[in-house]
Nanobody
Framework: QAQLVESGGGLVQPGGSLRLSCTTS????????MGWFRRAPGKSRELVAA?????????SYADSVKGRFTISRDNAKNTVSLQMNSLRPEDTAIYYC?????????WGQGTQVTVSS
């Protein structure tokens, strides 16, 4: 069963940056609009960034990350990335990638992002 694999999380100080990556062995990324989701402790999962299917696809962002996060994709490499700058403690969460709308069978393990001094 195809699954998405996230990487790149870690511990970073407020104001710092991280770059998350998502990949898969199949064609999920190449064939779909993709998004980055996050689940913070005690909160429901939210979609923070999305990108349409073409490599130059239109992007959209949650208000909470607009101007700080950038989503991109490389269909040739079958990857989706999330560049996160000016990180804040409230960005602390487990980050997942999935199709948009999401497919329940595609959830991976996610990657933990912790923003703390």
């Amino acid at each position: 069963q195809a699954q998405l694999v996230e990487s790149g999380g870690g511990l970073v100080q407020p104001g710092g940056s991280l770059r998350l990556s998502c990949t898969t062995s199949g064609s999920i990324i190449r064939d779909n609009a993709m998004g980055w989701f996050r689940r913070a402790p005690g909160k429901s999962r939210e979609l923070v960034a999305a990108i349409a299917m073409p490599s130059w696809g239109t992007t959209s962002y949650a208000d909470s990350v607009k101007g700080r996060f950038t989503i991109s994709r490389d269909n040739a490499k079958n990857t989706v990335s999330l560049q996160m700058n000016s990180l804040r403690p409230e960005d602390t969460a487990i980050y997942y990638c999935n199709t948009v709308p999401f497919h329940e069978d595609y959830w991976g393990q996610g990657t933990q992002v912790t923003v703390s001094s």
